[in-house]
């Protein structure tokens, strides 16, 4: 019934950007909070930035400083927007919404960051 999609990825140069987003749809009375997660192939999946219903925000140490996580609540939508990338950043990013006790997940976007 709830419904996540991620889009927004692709094929960048290295010190590049990219905005993220993540549209939810379905029967969500409110979220509680909205992560973007990644996952490189053999790693293990990684909290890459979250933002609670509050607004705080809250970032892994490696994107800290070069990712910002935003809102638009009229939208559903949760943006990641991604500055001075670098290949290691590589990865396929998934968003997660925290609805009381249950987890959303979409199916993931690639971002690929070449050297």
């Known amino acids: 019934q709830v419904n996540v999609v991620e889009s927004g990825g692709g094929l960048v140069q290295a010190g590049g950007s990219l905005r993220l987003s993540c549209a939810a749809s379905?029967?969500?009375?409110?979220?509680?909070?909205t992560g973007w997660y990644r996952q490189a192939p053999g790693k293990q999946r990684e909290l890459v930035a979250v933002i609670t219903s509050g607004g705080t925000t809250n970032y892994g140490d490696s994107v800290k400083g070069r990712f910002t996580i935003s809102r638009d609540n009229a939208k559903n939508t949760v943006y990641l927007q991604m500055n001075c990338l670098k290949p290691e950043d590589t990865a396929v990013f998934y968003c997660?919404?925290?609805?009381?006790?249950?987890?959303?997940w979409g199916r993931g976007t690639q971002v690929t960051v070449s050297s």
């Open positions: 379905g029967r969500i009375l409110s979220i509680d909070a």
């Open positions: 997660n919404l925290a609805v009381r006790t249950l987890y959303y």
